[in-house]
């Protein structure tokens, strides 16, 4: 009998095996493919009794968005990731860099003094790009939709954050791990984003992978910066800024496509 079980056992056809994972990126974080709430789910009584300013409401309404897989970098670009883009393409380095070479002292700081052009640059030299708005506030809530930040409604910190100081931005993969691994989303520097600033943007954006207006003036950033009071540290909160703009507390992280199901077949 143990003998027929085994025959047959044999002429059954091998079960499929599950895909197997990507393999991951070097120093980037798989964002799974999935849907999330996106916008600011808390109300004020501002809100409620219509004297919020309207530019103040351009997080509003909270609208479900699904986005493909991706991966995202767990930290912001350093100034020597961006060195080495520089001495490779001749891309103009930042204007703080003395005779064109990145301090050493900041090497394992973000990056900054960096426009939307050049960030743009420097990922599609690495085989990347900017994150769309929407892709970056998912990763930076880490699941944990509703929240204020990313690691959820308990306020801000030194151990969590860097923010509200005149002395700059930090090392960078130190402080506010989520719950995809990232570091930073709240703090260091300021995000660019691939996105145009719309006001009304949320009122009627695509369900699916939103790209952002067509056109504008202003280019999101995301995160809050070194600079900046815990308010602007929020996980949905939006700010935009000349596309061509330089300061000390912008600077940028990148992302690419992950691999579907149907790339592995």
């Known amino acids: 009998m143990r003998l027929a079980i085994a025959i047959f056992a044999l002429l059954l056809p091998a079960a499929a095996e599950e895909p197997a994972p990507p393999p991951p990126a070097p120093g980037m974080v798989l964002i799974p493919a999935g849907e999330f709430q996106m916008g600011r789910a808390k109300t004020t009584v501002d809100d409620e009794k219509g004297m919020r300013p309207l530019i103040l409401r351009d997080d509003r309404p909270v609208h479900s968005v699904r986005l493909d897989g991706y991966w995202m970098d767990a930290t912001e670009v350093t100034h020597a990731a961006y060195a080495k883009f520089v001495a490779a393409t001749g891309h103009p380095a930042p204007r703080h860099w003395p005779d064109g070479k990145a301090p050493a002292m900041r090497s394992d700081q973000p990056v900054y003094n960096v426009d939307w052009n050049d960030a743009k640059a420097y990922c599609e030299w690495a085989g990347k790009r900017l994150p769309t708005e929407a892709e970056w506030e998912r990763a930076a809530r880490g699941g944990l939709d509703g929240k204020d930040y990313p690691w959820g409604d308990e306020g801000v910190s030194p151990e969590k954050a860097r923010?509200?100081?005149?002395?700059?931005?930090?090392?960078?993969?130190?402080?506010?791990?989520?719950?995809?691994?990232?570091?930073?989303?709240?703090?260091?520097?300021?995000?660019?984003?691939?996105?145009?600033?719309?006001?009304?943007?949320?009122?009627?954006?695509?369900?699916?992978?939103?790209?952002?207006?067509?056109?504008?003036?202003?280019?999101?950033?995301?995160?809050?910066?070194?600079?900046?009071?815990?308010?602007?540290?929020?996980?949905?909160?939006?700010?935009?800024?000349?596309?061509?703009?330089?300061?000390?507390?912008?600077?940028?992280?990148?992302?690419?496509?992950?691999?579907?199901?149907?790339?592995?077949?």
């Open 163 to 265: 923010y509200n100081t005149p002395l700059g931005p930090g090392p960078t993969g130190k402080l506010g791990k989520n719950g995809f691994g990232l570091f930073d989303m709240a703090g260091g520097v300021s995000e660019w984003c691939s996105d145009w600033f719309e006001r009304d943007y949320y009122a009627h954006s695509p369900a699916e992978n939103p790209q952002g207006p067509a056109e504008g003036l202003y280019k999101i950033i995301r995160g809050g910066a070194w600079s900046d009071s815990p308010a602007r540290l929020k996980a949905h909160f939006r700010n935009w800024v000349r596309p061509d703009q330089k300061t000390p507390n912008i600077g940028f992280r990148c992302v690419k496509e992950a691999p579907t199901e149907d790339d592995a077949q």
